[in-house]
């Protein structure tokens, strides 16, 4: 039986560390590729109106509310709420309203000054982002309200979660899991969801 020399053993091991290196940037590539985590969606709805009676109005979307630790996510869901609304036209206007209103009153009188029909009242509820290692988590409410009477036609709530990927051990490595989505692509589901909702009635 002939031994193989010792620069021959060394060769023979760096090529299979390089095969198993290979087999491992495989399987993390297509791991990584297959496993991106998705975002789910909750909707619980508080109020519902008929969408057919209010595609003519003009709507004022005022910037969304949020507590001093989601205050991040406030212009990017209101941007992404008023580029949704704007793609979808669930109504004939969509307009945005730059003031922050303390009350709804006072979001009133402002609707009623800009010509509006409808306001939009978006909020944050809550917030935890965890960089992507740890769960995230978006609790967002979006109200809209007759802006002559005050009239609560659409309350809804919606909570986004995305989860990070469980590791994959093998024996010479182990493969971190896809991280969890961050809130501004949680905003942009919760935005669209909601966007589909209101719509979805006229296009059936």
Known sequence: MTRLSCPMRMLTVALTVCVLCGISGCIYSRVRGDAERPVNVDMEVMAQSA????????????????????????????????AQLLRARPFREIRMIPR??????????????????????????????????????????????????????WDVKQIARSVPGPDLD???????????????????????????????????
């Open 51 to 82: 969408i057919e009676q209010h595609t003519m109005n003009s709507a004022g979307l005022f910037p969304a509310e949020a507590p001093v630790e989601a205050a991040a996510i406030s212009e990017k869901f209101t941007s992404v709420l008023h």
């Open 100 to 153: 922050q209103a303390k009350s709804d009153a006072e979001a009133l009188w402002y609707a009623r000054n800009e010509g509006c029909d409808l306001i939009i009242l978006p909020s944050i509820l809550y917030l935890a982002d965890g960089s992507g290692a740890m769960p995230t988590r978006l609790v967002a409410r979006i109200r809209i309200l007759d802006a002559r009477t005050g009239m609560v036609f």
């Open 170 to 204: 093998f024996t010479w490595t182990t493969i971190s899991g896809e991280p969890a989505k961050r809130f501004p692509e949680l905003a942009e589901k919760l935005a669209r969801d909601f966007t589909l909702y209101l719509v979805q009635p006229v296009r059936r």
